[in-house]
């Protein structure tokens, strides 16, 4: 089985989940793990459900009244602040990668031997 993380890493120094509260931690992270899921049903959302609806009913809907573009520009920008609040330094760069390892299980520990990683900005295209 594979475990998915993510991997921050602040002005070129990667974020470490033992140099932070659990609380902290699961602040930085949630944000991450729920923005794509998000971003892809909202983005489908649209040309899915509402037009077809809409058009089964012969009512021809206008994409100004809905979001039907990624916000993830917006996102970023966001979040940069909320990390440089969380970790209490400026953040001048950030970047995210969504880390895919498996798991090495051994008798006296559990070690993760890191097998993928793909650009926070892939995850939902």
């Known amino acids: 089985d594979t475990l998915k993380v993510f991997e921050l890493t602040a002005n070129e120094k990667k974020i470490s989940p033992f140099k932070v509260s ?12 729920y923005y794509p899921i998000i971003e ?4 489908n959302y649209f040309k899915n459900d509402i037009e077809r609806l ?8 206008d994409t100004t009244d809905f979001y039907t573009t990624k916000e993830q520009d917006k996102f970023l920008v966001w979040y940069k602040q909320y990390v440089a609040k969380i ?21 006296n520990s559990v070690q993760l031997k ?12």
């Open 87 to 107: 970790i209490k330094t400026s953040v001048d760069s950030l970047q995210i990668n969504y880390i895919i390892t498996s798991p090495i299980i051994t008798l």
């Open 114 to 125: 890191r097998t993928n990683a793909i650009s926070f900005s892939k995850l939902c295209q």
């Open 54 to 61: 809409m058009n089964k009913i012969n009512i021809h809907p």
């Open 40 to 43: 892809c049903h909202n983005n």
């Open 22 to 33: 659990a609380q902290q931690w699961d602040k930085l992270m949630l944000p991450l793990c």
